[in-house]
C-alpha cells in the first residue's frame, strides 16, 4: 500500500491536471457559442470595457511612457558608441511595436484586469449569485462570462497599440527633447524602417492573442474557483501567474512564427 | 456606482483613442505612407553575385524608390543570381537600355538596387539606318517602332552584382605588395 500510494498521488494530479484544461476548454466553447447573443445586449460589453479597459487606461499610459523614455536613453545609449544615433526612432519603435507593447501591456492587463475579474467571478460563485441565476434560468455563462471575455478580447489590443504609440512618443522626448537626436531622422528611419504589416500588424495579432488568453484565464479561475475566500485568493494568485507564464511562452511561439527563419 | 451613460462616454473615449493610436502606429510610425498597392510590373536582371541583398529591398533610380525586389532565385545554368524586381506602374518610361547596380546604403547599411538609365533602343530606326547603309530597302516586319522601355518580364542585361568589402581589400592589398615588389626591384 505504502509503496503504491506516491504513484496513486501522481495519477490524482495528472488527472486533476487534464481535468481542469478540459473543464477550461469546454468553459471557453461554451463562451464562444454564447457570444452570439451579446450582439442583442451590447451594454453589457460595454459596461465591461469600462471596468476593464478604461480602468487599465491609466497604468497603460504611465508605464509606455516611461518604458519609451527608458528604451531612448538605452538605445541612445549604445547606437551613439556607433555614430548611429539618428537609428534611435527604429530602435524605440520595433522594440515597442513588436515586443514591448503587447507583452508589456498583457502583463500589466493581467495584474490589472484579469485578477480583479477573477475576484469578481469567485466571489459570485462564493455567495452564490451563480447558482441563484441558474436557479431563475439565467446561464451565467452567457449573462456573466461572456461579456467580460469579450470586453477583454476587445481592450487588450487597443491598450496595446495605445501603450506602443505613448512608447514612441516617450521615445520622442528622451531622444530628441533631452540627448538632440535630430527630429526629422527619428520619425523619418522609423517610418524607412518599420513595416506596417510585418510589424504592427503582427503586433496586433500577438495583443489580440494574449487578450484571448488573459481573459480566458482570469474567466476561467473564476468560474472554476473554490467557493470559500481561499480558494477565491489562490485562484486570483493562479490567474496572474499562469497569465503571466502564457503570456511569456505565448510569445516565443509567435514570435517564432512571425519573425523566425520559417 | 457609475452611470451608464458616463461609462458609456468613456469607453467610447477609450475605444477612440486606442483607434487612434493604431491610425498612429500605421501612418506615423510605419512605412504606409510609401507603400505601393501592389500594382506594378515585374523586371528580371541577372546578377554575379546578390550577396545581402533580400525581398522587400528596394529598387532605386536617383535615390528615388521606384519598386521592391519581389524574389531571388538560381540559375542552375549560368550559376548566377535571377533577382525579379517590381516597379511601381506609374513608372513605365525606364528606357530598355537601363543598368542595374546592387549598392549599399551607408558603409554597412542595407543593400539595394540602384537602376540607372540607359539609352532606349528602337529596334526601328535600327533597321532603317543599317538598311540605308546597305542600300537595300528596311523590313520593318516584326520590329516595333519607337524607343523601348522596359516592361513586364523585361531583362536588364547590364548589371553588376553586389561589392564583397573582404575582396575589395584583397584586390587593395594584392596591388599594393605588387607595387612595393615593384619598388624593390626599380631600386
Redesign the interface.
Known sequence: MNIVDPVARLGRSGLDFFQRLGRAHILFFNILSGLHTLLLRFGLVIQQVYSVGVLSLLIILVSGLFVGMVLGLQGYNTLVDFGAAESLGVVVSLSLVRELGPVVTALLFAGRAGSALTAEIGLMKATEQLSAMEMMAVDPIRRVLAPRFLAGVISMPLLAAIFSAVGVIGGYFVGVGLLGVDSGAYWSQMQAKVGLYDDVMNGVIKSLVFGVVVTWIAVFEGYDAVPTSEGVSRATTRTVVHSALAILGLDFILTALMFGAY | M?T?RT??I??G???A??????F???M????????TSGGGYDVIARFDDASGLKVRSPVTMAGVTLGRVSQIGFDPKTYQAVVTMRIESRYNKLPDGTSANIYTAGLLGEKYIGLLPGPASNPCQDEKLQAQLEGRKPDLKGLKCGPQYLKQGSVIKLTQGSLILEKLIAQFISKFMDKSDDKKQGK
Do not use: R
Open positions: 457609475m451608464t461609462a458609456e468613456w469607453v473615449i477609450f475605444v483613442a486606442g483607434l487612434a493610436a493604431l498612429m502606429l500605421a506615423k510610425v510605419s512605412n504606409l505612407s510609401s507603400y
